[in-house]
């Protein structure tokens, strides 16, 4: 096996990675996206990666045109319909049907009662385990 390094892009950001050929089939890590990779085997007359413009580009701050990147077709406008947007009004348009009288308990039942469920669910633990101890055997 030669020492040339085998060069590849990472599936996640499409850095340019190359690792010696020694390395591959072993993984590794990117070091921008810190994606797992696996490094691949070396082929005769390795050609270079192929450059992909629709991943992050090398130069900071440059942004790709996306009419460059997906051709420079554009839509036929006339066939979109317009959008309608009705302003919502602040006044409502019907009255609503008067509610039936609440039920208001006293804070001493609500306290009562909460005060059994949360004594209840202990009990209720305590005796699935002495069932499942006793009668499943």
Do not use: N
Not at 49 to 54: A, D, K, L, N, R
């Amino acid at each position: 096996m030669s020492d040339q390094p085998i060069k590849f892009r990472c599936y996640r950001c499409g850095k340019l990675l190359g690792a010696p050929s020694r390395r591959a089939g072993s993984t590794t890590a990117c070091p921008q996206c810190r994606a797992e990779i696996q490094v691949p085997e070396p082929t005769q007359g390795e050609p270079e990666p192929p450059e992909q413009p629709f991943l992050v580009p090398d130069e900071p701050g440059v942004v790709p045109e996306f009419a460059a990147i997906v051709g420079a077709a554009t839509p036929d406008v006339s066939a979109i319909p317009p959008i309608r947007y009705d302003v919502p009004s602040i006044r409502p348009t019907e009255t609503a049907a008067p509610r039936a009288q609440d039920v208001v308990l006293p804070p001493a039942v609500v306290l009562a009662w909460s005060m059994l469920v949360l004594a209840a669910i202990p009990l209720a633990f305590i005796a699935g385990l002495l069932v499942g101890h006793f009668l499943w055997k």
